[in-house]
């Protein structure tokens, strides 16, 4: 297996655009997650998908983050509008039964 | 609500000796796993080690143990003969099942030579 991919692996924006960034989970894994990083939060858990259904999205900040899991192979994160303070690193992580999480590569959003 | 703290922002130690990170939970489950994590420069994370609650056994990878205390709930890790590629940022971590993997917020470790 590929491990999980993500992409874009960096993304620049202005104020405003829609940003979407796509997962694509270890085949089998069935927990998938949405992490971002930043120096001064650290790595924040922003939603939780069981079995392709959000279990936990207590740690999206705003309205304007949704995350979606149409599939057991696909995750989107949309922000609408991108604001300068969410720029950080976005990584997708997926596990099995609560095993170590995989990680993605991570996507470095600038919002500009 | 499961928490883990690393109490550790930044730590340096030189080339070839022995480092110790800090990690503690909490928790009111019984079983439940803990997990290192390495992130280099290039961002990319690494697992290090797992441990799974229901073993007393403290779990080994080659240079990297942990001293895993239940009743406390601490979860050290150790890097033996530490080397240059062992800079990077490290994240302890918490999972159980059917429920999140929860992150500290990390130590900066810097090997020098």
């Known amino acids: 297996d590929a491990g999980v991919i993500q992409s874009p692996r960096h993304e620049v924006t202005e104020m405003g655009q829609e940003v979407t960034l796509r997962c694509k989970p270890i085949?089998?894994?069935?927990?998938l997650f949405w992490y971002r990083q930043t120096m001064m939060r650290g790595l924040e858990l922003l939603i939780y998908f069981n079995n392709n259904v959000p279990i936990d999205d207590s740690g999206m900040p705003e309205d304007r983050f949704s995350a979606k899991m149409p599939n057991a192979s696909f995750s989107t994160l949309k922000i609408q509008p991108s604001e300068p303070r969410d720029s950080a690193v976005y990584f997708c992580?997926?596990?099995?039964?609560?095993?170590?999480?995989?990680f993605g590569q991570g996507t470095r959003l600038t919002v500009v | 609500a499961q928490t883990v703290t690393q109490s550790q922002p930044e730590m340096s130690v030189q080339e070839a000796e022995t480092v110790t990170l800090s990690c503690t939970y909490d928790?009111?489950?019984?079983?439940?796993?803990l997990f290192w994590y390495k992130q280099p420069p290039s961002r990319q994370m690494i697992l290090v080690i797992r441990q799974e609650a229901y073993k007393q056994q403290n779990a080994t990878e080659n240079r990297f143990s942990v001293n895993f205390q239940k009743a406390a709930k601490s979860f050290s890790l150790k890097i033996s003969d530490s080397q240059l590629g062992d800079t990077a940022m490290y994240f302890c971590?918490?999972?159980?099942?059917?429920?999140?993997?929860?992150f500290g917020k990390g130590t900066r470790l810097h090997i020098l030579p």
């Open positions: 928790t009111s489950e019984s079983n439940y796993y």
């Open positions: 992580a997926s596990s099995l039964e609560q095993g170590e999480a995989f």
């Open positions: 971590a918490y999972g159980n099942r059917d429920d999140k993997i929860i």
């Open positions: 085949s089998g894994h069935d927990y």
